[in-house]
């Protein structure tokens, strides 16, 4: 009893002399009702009552009424009428947002903000207290788990940290939870799906039990219900559950994989028709978004490679990775959903030969037809094209080039000599003219670009060296190595000096005969040395 009266002190503060607390007062008596009286129907009364006050005398009910409500629940349990209101009073008492009726002259709205809080440390100072909540999850009366499922968000909200260890160590405590998933009351279920996004963030214990408590079959199922794509925000919350389960967490996206999970997943990037103007609605775009989220989450670099790798491949067997294509490929796609289609299929390809192949030989329905590839570096030196999406594109073609020799040389090989006459533009046309041209931001993109083709690649970087190009009518052709050089001394804005000294660290290290040639350009090393000092 203690806790609640030093909790009771803490909240209310000390009261006034001569003030007259009418709310206080009312709330007094009530609670004095549910604690005293014999009668089961008079207690209700007197619930009902305090739940109609709870919101704008939230402080009064919290700081009075909590022992006589944590009363009711133990002892009442068998009435649900009565539960319902000591769970829906307990709900507004720990309220972590302020209501616009509620009063309380003594304290400031920054003090107001962390009522929810406060009575939230009272409530879970006994963690039965958690343990009976828990409990009504099991009855299936609608105002007793709605009220239930509701209180639990709010205690979380306020005390998360606290409350997942109250839940990971209560019997059955997660299993209750999933089991809301199963309920034929959407509005149940859906408020479930949010606690069980908030229960699983940064806690990889709880994310391994709610995984391994069928959670994946149970999202996926809800998702199709809902209309994949197509549906509401209840498929975005499913896909944002399932985020919290995937990210950082191997065991979690073994079990996603050998669980045949990427399969499902192929079906969510259906396109809308063509024609169609409802195709991309607002909703559409965010499933989409938090979709390819979770195909990233499975994939990124920063996994284990054994968990990349065999995920990479699967999306390639099940159609993922052709299905992501057709988005690339496709007209009328929002910017920001193909930006992130573009990383999610580099994430794809990354160090997979198989996927990387399959990717070169992808083709854009352009006329004439050119490969997905050089489409999309034609966007990356576009200045007029928005930012992240060229960003996005050269993280892509980082990825392709990634581990991919064969991908490196095809590239080098656009630029070197050829007796055979070139009538399609390639990558490396594409990559030269970013290069030179008078945008910024394209010198840097294309000279980033073109030094992936180099990485941990000797042989190429010496075949690079054979490039020449064209440069006043009637003076010979230089080097590309030299031509870089020069131009890194002419220009004046900073990411084209940058790119260009990122190519040129790329293609000398390692490389004699690049350096050799360095040394024969006059001016290079006096510059270089000028710009270090």
């Known amino acids: 009893m203690e806790y609640f009266k030093s909790g009771l002190k803490s909240v209310l503060g000390t009261p ?27 207690r209700r009364d007197a619930c009902r009552a305090l739940k109609a006050l709870s919101r704008k005398f939230r402080i009064e009910v919290g700081a009075q009424g909590m022992d006589a409500l944590r009363q009711v629940l133990e002892m009442d349990r068998g009435d649900c009428e009565i539960v319902g209101y000591a769970l829906d009073t307990l709900c507004n008492v720990t309220a972590p ?19 929810g809080e406060q009575f939230t440390e009272i409530f879970i ?6 343990g009976l909540v828990l409990g009504f999850l099991e009855e299936y009366d609608f105002h007793v788990r709605w009220p239930a499922v509701k209180l639990l968000t709010s205690l979380l909200a306020n005390k998360p940290k606290d409350i997942q260890e109250i839940i990971l160590v209560s019997p059955m405590g997660v299993s209750k939870l999933m089991d809301l998933l199963g309920d034929s009351r959407e509005v149940i279920r859906n408020d479930a799906l949010l606690l069980l996004i908030q229960l699983t963030k940064g806690n990889a214990n709880i994310q391994k039990i709610v995984a391994f408590e069928n959670a994946f079959d149970r999202l996926f199922d809800v998702i199709a219900e809902e209309g994949y794509s197509d549906g509401g925000i209840v498929v975005e919350d499913c896909l944002l559950l399932m985020l919290n389960l995937l990210r950082n967490n191997t065991s979690n996206q073994n079990f996603f994989k050998e669980g045949s999970y990427i399969q499902r997943l192929a079906p969510m ?26 195909v990233r989450t499975l994939v990124t670099p920063g996994n284990p490679a054994q968990v990349t790798m065999s995920s990479q491949k699967t999306m390639k067997a099940c159609g993922l990775l052709e299905a992501l294509c057709n988005i690339l490929m496709a007209s009328g796609v929002p910017a920001d959903i193909l930006t992130e289609t573009i990383n999610t299929v580099a994430e794809v390809i990354r160090g997979n030969q198989g996927n990387q192949e399959y990717f070169a030989n992808v083709m854009a329905p352009s006329t004439p037809p050119r490969p997905a590839i050089v489409v999309l570096l034609m966007s990356m030196v576009n200045e007029k094209q928005p930012f992240v999406l060229r960003c996005s594109v050269l993280y892509c073609f980082q990825c392709f080039l990634f581990k991919n020799e064969v991908g490196q040389s095809q590239l080098v090989q656009t630029l070197l000599p050829s007796s055979t006459e070139v009538a399609s533009l390639t990558t490396g046309q594409l990559l030269c003219g970013g290069l030179f041209s008078g945008d910024a931001l394209s010198n840097w993109f294309s000279a980033v670009a073109l030094s992936h083709a180099l990485v941990e690649n000797p042989v190429q970087k010496e075949q690079l060296l054979r490039v020449l190009l064209a440069t006043n009518i009637g003076s010979p052709p230089v080097s590309l190595l030299h031509q870089c050089t020069m131009l890194l001394q002419q220009v004046n804005k900073m990411q084209s000096k940058l790119g260009l000294l990122m190519l040129l660290s790329t293609w000398l290290a390692h490389c004699p005969p690049a350096v050799k040639q360095l040394l024969s350009i006059p001016s290079s090393i006096p510059y270089l040395t000028a710009q270090v000092s």
């Not at 100072?125 to 958690?130: A, E, F, G, R, T």
């Not at 169609?276 to 979770?294: E, F, P, R, Y």
């Open 125 to 130: 100072k006994l963690p039965d207290n958690v």
């Open 269 to 294: 990037f259906n396109l809308p028709p063509e024609g169609d103007d409802t195709g991309w609605s607002a909703q559409k775009v965010s499933n989409i978004h938090c979709m390819l989220q979770v």
């Open 16 to 42: 006034q002399e001569g003030s007259q607390p009418t709310g206080a007062e009312t709330v007094e008596k009530l609670v004095d009702r549910v604690q005293s009286s014999t009668l089961l129907d008079d």
């Open 97 to 115: 947002e302020s209501f616009e009726d509620e009063e309380h002259p003594s304290l400031s709205p920054a003090s107001m903000g962390s009522v």
